[in-house]
């Protein structure tokens, strides 16, 4: 590691452009949603392939589940969205109202989290003052130390929804496009050789822009999707329909 002292500006330039902070880009929407289309439309098409063997039948329930998954998933990320910060204004205005009926046991609480991260004595005095000082900052502070909340942005609940709902649409077509080409037995096999590649890819990528081992990532999202996606196919295999005479 170069130890050698930068200068103010050579810091602003690691800190902004090469080793930036990763701010939320709805890449966990996106992988919740995506993931859930892969998988679950993966099992249904291969369970009513086992049962059925007909393509136009594969095709038809694959894509009935396609956009009726897409349309719930973005749905609970609106509504999930909502309630989080729903919960957050709850919380805070519970916590003016304590600090307005209780504020000794408040100002303790305070004083009880900075004593908890080694503040003592006349700083510790200091800081418990600065912050109870002002109401908005005593909640702030509160609300994250005590609670672990954060502000939620009620804005981002249309955001979470097309991120959550599009990317569960794209996930979900790719177990159905093999069956739109090729005959129903290979379809099957290469339904779950792609949909395992691409589930190795998302999670080989989210280790890569947050933290994890990229290959260890990415093949536990695979198997762990794949062998979901398995139950749909023995549900099949059991309730296998006949062939009409």
């Not at 307005?100 to 006349?122: C, H, M, N, V």
């Amino acid at each position: 590691m170069d130890t050698t002292p930068r200068t103010l500006h050579e810091e602003l330039v690691h800190h902004n452009n090469i080793d930036p902070h990763k701010r939320g880009s709805g890449l966990s929407d996106f992988i919740l949603g995506a993931q859930d289309g892969l998988v679950n439309v993966l099992g249904v098409v291969l369970g009513i392939a086992a049962a059925t063997n007909d393509a136009r039948v594969v095709l038809v329930a694959g894509l009935a589940t396609t956009f009726a998954e897409s349309i719930s998933m973005g749905a609970v990320a609106f509504t999930t969205t909502l309630a989080d910060a729903d919960l957050y204004q709850s919380e805070r205005e519970r916590e003016f109202r304590h600090i307005q009926e209780a504020p000794t046991l408040e100002k303790k609480e305070i004083r009880d989290i900075y004593e908890s991260k080694g503040f003592s004595g006349e700083l510790l005095d200091r800081i418990v003052e600065t912050i109870t000082a002002n109401n908005d900052v005593w909640v702030a502070v509160m609300m994250a130390e005590e609670h672990q909340l954060s502000p939620v942005d009620r804005g981002s609940a249309r955001k979470a929804a097309w991120v959550v709902g599009l990317s569960a649409i794209i996930g979900s077509l790719v177990p159905i496009v093999p069956f739109m080409f090729l005959p129903v037995a290979t379809s099957m096999w290469m339904s779950v050789l792609v949909t395992a590649l691409v589930l190795f890819a998302i999670g080989f990528y989210k280790a890569r822009v947050t933290v994890g081992r990229p290959m260890r990532s990415g093949m536990e999202m695979m198997l762990i999707g794949t062998i979901s996606a398995m139950a749909g196919y023995l549900v099949g295999v059991v309730l296998k329909v006949p062939p009409l005479p």
